[in-house]
């Protein structure tokens, strides 16, 4: 029945975030708001209420090793997520598109994951009022890091798209969405999001169970994957509208988004700093993420690709490494 269950999560999941990227990019291309400020605010939050749920539980519980991996192995999935699509939709090279606004996501979520690899490093056990150091300098980074992103000027457009072909209804459909329509549909398919991904999770977790498979390797790999379903589908979804900037802000907002829920666990914590009483194999991970986050920001400053193996060699080294950085994890559990 655990399987049966995951499968049945799996796809509410799967339709949920198929209706609520559909609604997101009516409301990028209907609004003042353009596709970057959508995915990287309305997109990324909503289907990252999984791993909000999944953390929380595992530190209740006091698996902390759950809960950090989930949202490090989450940011490392969604670079992966990025770069198979990128590699899927490479004869369109829809990125050589993508607005240079997202290096500004891209580097804050660059700045917080380095935060949080010198914090897994350092292991400084310094808390106040019960919550970590390091969880303060975090969400810290992360607060003034938004309100720059906020003040600075969106070029990914929020123009009305041009008329679609009558043989693609799911495009035809969202064109003749109305605003209020589309924010009614994406509170709810959020909530849907919320409550499905949050059996995923539980599910993923009793197969873990089952394997036998250590918490790190569980969280980092297995249930960060589970969880980042509905970004995967929704990237998928907001490449197919062609909204490229919908995609990698939905994906880079979710990223730095989860480096704000790993300062949130450690409020519910009580045995300390969180980031110092979890495994050292998650500094794999944070070192992953890192060196492909890099790699993603390359990819949105280039502009011109002399060939089709030139332009996917990035997301290309995206996906090698992060089956190399999933290998090292599973090791050192």
Known sequence: MV???????????????????????????????????????????????????????????DNPDIAIGNMLG??????????????????KRLFLDASNSHLYTAGLGLLLTVLTLIALYLRIDTTFLGIGL????????YIIGMIIISKIPDNSGGVEPSIPREEDKEVAASFSMSV??????????????????????????????????????????????TTSLPEAVAVFVALRLKNVNLALGSILGS?????????????FYRGGSILSAVSDSHIFTAIGVTILSIIVMF??????????????LPSLLIVIGYFVVSYLIFTGS
């Not at 390091?134 to 980074?141: T, Y």
């Not at 949050?198 to 873990?208: C, F, K, N, P």
């Open 180 to 225: 209020k329509h589309a924010v009614i549909g994406f509170i709810i398919a959020a909530l849907v999001i919320m409550g499905a991904g949050t059996v995923l999770s539980i599910m993923g977790d009793e197969i873990a169970v089952v394997t036998g498979l250590g918490s790190s390797f569980v969280g980092s790999f297995l249930i960060a994957a």
């Open 3 to 61: 399987f049966v269950w995951f499968l049945l999560a799996a796809v509410v999941t799967v339709y949920a975030a198929i209706k609520l990227s559909t609604y997101a990019d009516v409301i990028s291309t209907k609004t003042a708001m353009g596709g970057m400020l959508v995915g990287t605010l309305l997109l990324a939050g909503a289907t990252s209420l999984p791993e909000v749920t999944t953390s929380l539980s595992a530190v209740v519980i």
């Open 299 to 312: 990819s949105v400053v280039k502009k011109k690709a002399s060939s089709t193996f030139t332009y996917v």
């Open 134 to 141: 390091d969880a303060f300098i975090i969400a810290g980074a």
């Open 74 to 91: 989450s940011n490392l999935f969604n670079l992966f997520i990025i770069a198979g699509f990128d590699l899927f939709f490479r004869k």
């Open 255 to 267: 990223n730095i988004f989860n480096m704000l829920i790993i300062a949130g666990s450690d409020v």
